[in-house]
C-alpha cells in the first residue's frame, strides 16, 4: 500500500508542476523544471512567518481572504520579499521570490486569496482569482528536490 501512496504522491506532484510551471517557467529555454517550480513554489517552513505578536505558526495558515500590508525586501534573503498578510483574526508573512510576487501584479492595500489544496496553500489574486504562488507542505516539497542523475 506504500508504494501506491509513493507512486499517487509522485504523480499528483508531477501533475501540479505541469500545470504551474507554464505560469511561472524561466523565461530562459535552458531553465531547469527545479529552477522553474522555484520561482512557483516552495515549503510551508520557508515561505511563512509569523508576525511579532501573532499567533500563526507557518503550517497553521487559514484558507480565506487577506489583505496586504506591506511588501519589502527580505533583506536576509536576497531575491525574495516579505509580505504582510492580515485576515480578521490574524496576521503573518509570506515570503516569496521578487519576480513571483511582481508577476502578480499585487501591492499594499490589495486582496489575497488563500486556498487549501491536499499538497499545501495556493495564493492568488482576490481581483482575478490569479494563483501566483503556492506554499507546499514541507512533505510534498521534500518530494520534489532535484536529484543528479549520472547516464
Avoid: C
Avoid at 499528483?12 to 523544471?33: D, I
Avoid at 501584479?105 to 487549501?116: F, I, K, P, Y
Amino acid at each position: 500500500m506504500k508504494p501506491f501512496f509513493f507512486i499517487k504522491q509522485t504523480l499528483a506532484a508531477g501533475l501540479l508542476l505541469s500545470a504551474v510551471l507554464p505560469v511561472f517557467a524561466a523565461s530562459s529555454a535552458a531553465s531547469s523544471a527545479s529552477e522553474g517550480a522555484s520561482s512557483a513554489a516552495s515549503s510551508g517552513s520557508k515561505s511563512l512567518e509569523a508576525s511579532s505578536g501573532s499567533s500563526t505558526k507557518g503550517e497553521k495558515v487559514a484558507a480565506g481572504d487577506y489583505k496586504i500590508l506591506d511588501v519589502a525586501a527580505a533583506a536576509d534573503r536576497p531575491g525574495m520579499v516579505r509580505v504582510h498578510l492580515q485576515a480578521a483574526a490574524d496576521d503573518f508573512y509570506l515570503v516569496l521570490p521578487e519576480q513571483a510576487f511582481d508577476k502578480s501584479q499585487l501591492a499594499a492595500g490589495h486582496m489575497v486569496t488563500a486556498r487549501q489544496h491536499a499538497y499545501g496553500l495556493e495564493f492568488a489574486n482576490q481581483q482575478t482569482q490569479q494563483a501566483f504562488f503556492l506554499v507546499l507542505s514541507d512533505e510534498w516539497y521534500r518530494e520534489l528536490d532535484s536529484k543528479a542523475v549520472v547516464l
